[in-house]
């Protein structure tokens, strides 16, 4: 990534998170992390309570890059068909037509994804890694850039069908969305009761495709690479970072996604930070989102009353930072 490309991209995606924030009030951390996947080409997993503007942040986005946004209220009665498309008879022409499912959006919403069956949640997480779908022998390509966004509500979990490890897997990161603060709220409320905000297109789904090849020629140093691949070691074998205690609280470590997804992120959030290099501060801010979902507690960690959160704290303090590189430190001053 050139530097002479910078600051055109920097003011894009200002300019993009400008006309959000017009809409959306607070929820930086989470815009961030947003953005962050759909530079990154990487899906998101959301916990947090209804009313938090999950839905709002990821149509108001659609309407800002001019793409196709659909939601999908998951429900028990589901069926992957609902999702993916079916295949249509049409009686007076004796022919067989496509009808594609909901799934053919740019950023797709999947809200409650834990509420539907596992038959219809391994559909989607299908088309999440291959991009694709497959009705009746004949492959059809989702749309390009294609982001999912499926949330959890922690709360209710009387009839919901929770995520196996495989398939929370797929998701690049896991967001916690919280409550907004007191004057956050009392801006909300002013907002929503007051005329409605017009948002404007200020990009195109070709231009953030360009964003995306972008994100990808953001330099990430092999010193970089590598304090990735230790923190996701240290939550398979702690004993080799000088953590032993933790291995009895830890019954899975991370898979090698999450280092593809660590790199990715801190390029992305680099790229956000209108730098054409990832720091090491970059991707500690993005480990807790990460690895958050992929760490199998075992029974003493539970027992203990210990959360991933709490575990991911002490890898971070426990695996040494590397050093920021001499030609970054030039190229900062």
Do not use: W
Request: net charge negative; proline share 6%; aromatic share 6%.
């Amino acid at each position: 990534m050139s530097e002479s490309n910078t600051p055109d991209t920097a003011r894009l995606m200002e300019q993009i998170l400008y006309e959000v924030k017009r809409v959306v009030v607070g929820q930086d951390r989470f815009l961030e992390r947003v953005m962050v996947a759909m530079l990154a080409q990487g899906h998101l997993l959301v916990e947090g309570v209804p009313g938090l503007a999950k839905t709002l942040t990821v149509k108001t986005l659609a309407d800002v890059v001019q793409g196709r946004f659909k939601r999908i209220q998951f429900t028990p009665d589901l069926v992957p068909a609902d999702l993916v498309g079916t295949r249509i008879y049409n009686q007076k022409t004796g022919d067989f037509s496509t009808s594609l499912g909901p799934v053919f959006a740019n950023l797709l919403l999947a809200d409650e994804i834990n509420r539907a069956p596992a038959k219809v949640q391994s559909a989607l997480l299908e088309v999440m890694q291959e991009r694709q779908v497959t009705i009746a022998g004949e492959s059809h390509k989702v749309p390009s850039p294609f982001l999912v966004m499926a949330t959890q509500n922690p709360i209710e979990t009387e009839g919901t069908y929770p995520l196996p490890e495989a398939q929370v897997d797929r998701f690049m990161m896991k967001v916690l969305v919280d409550y907004p603060t007191d004057e956050e709220e009392y801006v909300i409320v002013e907002r929503v009761t007051g005329p409605a905000v017009q948002v404007n297109a200020v990009a195109t789904t070709d231009q953030l495709a360009a964003l995306q090849v972008l994100c990808r020629q953001v330099y990430v140093d092999p010193s970089l690479v590598q304090y990735a691949v230790k923190l996701v070691s240290a939550t398979r074998a702690p004993e080799k970072h000088g953590i032993k205690d933790m291995a009895q609280l830890i019954t899975y470590g991370a898979s090698p996604r999450a280092t593809i997804g660590l790199v990715e992120g801190a390029r992305a959030l680099a790229m956000l930070r209108g730098r054409s290099y990832a720091l090491p501060e970059d991707m500690k801010d993005i480990v807790p989102d990460v690895l958050r979902h992929r760490l199998v507690l075992s029974y003493e960690g539970l027992s203990e009353g210990l959360d991933s959160d709490a575990l991911i704290a002490r890898i971070v303090k426990a695996v040494p930072a590397p050093a920021r590189p001499l030609e970054h430190e030039k190229k900062a001053a």
